[in-house]
Nanobody
Framework: QVQLVESGGGLVQAGGSLRLSCAAS????????MGWFRQAPGKEREFVAA????????YAVDSVKGRFTISRDNAQNTVYLQMNSLSPEDTAVYYC?????????????????WGQGTQVTVSS
């Protein structure tokens, strides 16, 4: 069992930056690949980025690549999402998720554990 708690969301102006954190507790954090997803009102949950246990990363094509960076600190049991050049289209609840799978997946069903989410609102 892994418990995940996101933080760092808030209100920011377009062009600004935020860094989200996801603190994990429970089983060994380094045994899990981690992902970030987001869900805007009326839309399906959308993949943002993921990071392997070893640190390899993948990002959603087009929408966030080059602006968002996922990283992890296994000593701190935390995964981060640095978000730069934010636009109103990035407004959503952001969730972190964990999976023991070796191969990264971009689908929500590929992750077993989820945090409660943190709201990110970007004003124009």
């Amino acid at each position: 069992q892994v418990q995940l708690v996101e933080s760092g969301g808030g209100l920011v102006q377009a062009g600004g930056s935020l860094r989200l954190s996801c603190a994990a507790s429970g089983r060994t954090f380094s045994s899990y690949a981690m992902g970030w997803f987001r869900q805007a009102p009326g839309k399906e949950r959308e993949f943002v980025a993921a990071i392997k246990r070893s640190g390899g990363t993948i990002y959603a094509v087009d929408s966030v690549k080059g602006r968002f960076t996922i990283s992890r600190d296994n000593a701190q049991n935390t995964v981060y999402l640095q978000m730069n050049s934010l636009s109103p289209e990035d407004t959503a609840v952001y969730y972190c998720a964990a999976t023991p799978k070796v191969v990264l997946t971009t689908t929500p069903r590929g992750y077993e554990y989820w945090g409660q989410g943190t709201q990110v609102t970007v004003s124009s």
